[in-house]
């Protein structure tokens, strides 16, 4: 229950609802490079339940959420009938693409839209070390401007909370800030760019990367460290990720700016944990 067939011809594929998202870019990527799928980071997260769930990622700002490119589904119902798009009915399509597919039924399979990607994208992630209230200062402006970029370029930020032995061998917790972009575009106009509309950034061309857009996906999953230049595609298809480490997520959404009083907050919130993470998209 987790293969993936791709029609280059129609731009579609029919994909189960065990596979998942690295399998999913990993075939697709196999029969066309310069065709994806808008869904998320993670390899390993099942195609089923972020489908249902709605599904944000980096190409959300050029062809929406997941939810928004699923044509069409396999869907057994209560009295174990397979229903698609037409013989479910619109209103239960509409349900599943974001309310959660178990609610419904059980969804064995998707019908997605493909959608064409760059042959190249330059990326960048800089990390910033500063205190609190300045750290606030650069996420107030991005969280003001990142929206009115061209839907080409996606800017999004996140922290991470390190404890480390400062200089007197003392143990001390402290945020990195990390500030990353996907880019459909060249260096030197994602470098122009920045420094025109964000020149706090600093962004220099040593700090981008021009990547595949098949390398962009593992670039950002994790799964390599940033100073790798032989990516393999095939990384896509381990199910573990390689990963034993285990984690909880709350998510938000928010239709104004934060408050920067809140941002603190939140900030100093992290502090207090061991290791915590947050990402502003």
């Known amino acids: 229950m987790h293969s993936v067939k791709i029609d280059v011809h129609s731009q579609t594929a029919w994909v189960e609802a065990g596979a998942t998202l690295g399998e999913v870019y990993y075939w697709i990527n196999e029969n066309n490079e310069n065709l994806s799928f808008p869904a998320g980071y993670c390899p390993t997260v099942g195609a089923g339940g972020h489908f249902s769930g709605g599904g944000y ?9 997941a939810a928004d490119n699923i044509i069409d589904a396999h869907l057994v119902n209560v009295d174990g009938k397979v229903l698609d798009r037409k013989s479910m009915g619109e209103d239960l399509f509409w349900a599943i693409r974001g309310g959660g597919g178990e609610n419904f039924g059980i969804i064995a399979a998707w019908k997605i839209r493909l959608v064409a990607v760059p042959s190249m994208s330059t990326i960048f992630s800089v ?20 929206y009115m ?11 991470i909370t390190r404890n480390i032995t400062d200089n007197q061998g003392k143990n001390k917790t402290t945020i990195h800030s990390y500030f990353s972009s996907i880019f459909h575009g060249g260096v030197d106009s994602l470098v122009d760019l920045m420094n025109k509309s964000f020149p706090e950034l600093g962004i220099k061309k040593t700090d981008c990367k021009q990547l595949s857009w098949i ?16 990516f393999k ?32 907050t939140i900030l100093e919130k992290l502090y207090e944990e061991d290791v915590g993470v947050g990402m502003f998209v």
């Not at 980096?58 to 959420?65: H, V």
């Not at 593992?218 to 460290?225: A, E, M, Q, T, W």
């Open 57 to 65: 990622g980096a190409l959300m700002r050029n062809y929406g959420l």
């Open 149 to 159: 970029y061209e839907k080409e370029l996606l800017l999004f930020t996140h922290f």
């Open 233 to 264: 595609k095939e990384i896509l298809l381990d199910r573990s990720g390689g990963r034993k480490a285990a984690f909880s997520i709350k998510l938000d959404y928010v239709k104004k700016p934060i408050p920067e009083t809140a941002m603190v």
């Open 127 to 146: 990390k910033k070390n500063m205190e609190i209230h300045e750290l606030v200062k650069l996420v107030n402006k991005w969280q003001n401007i990142a």
């Open 215 to 230: 390398d962009t996906i593992i670039f950002y999953s994790g799964l390599v460290n940033y100073n790798t230049t032989n």
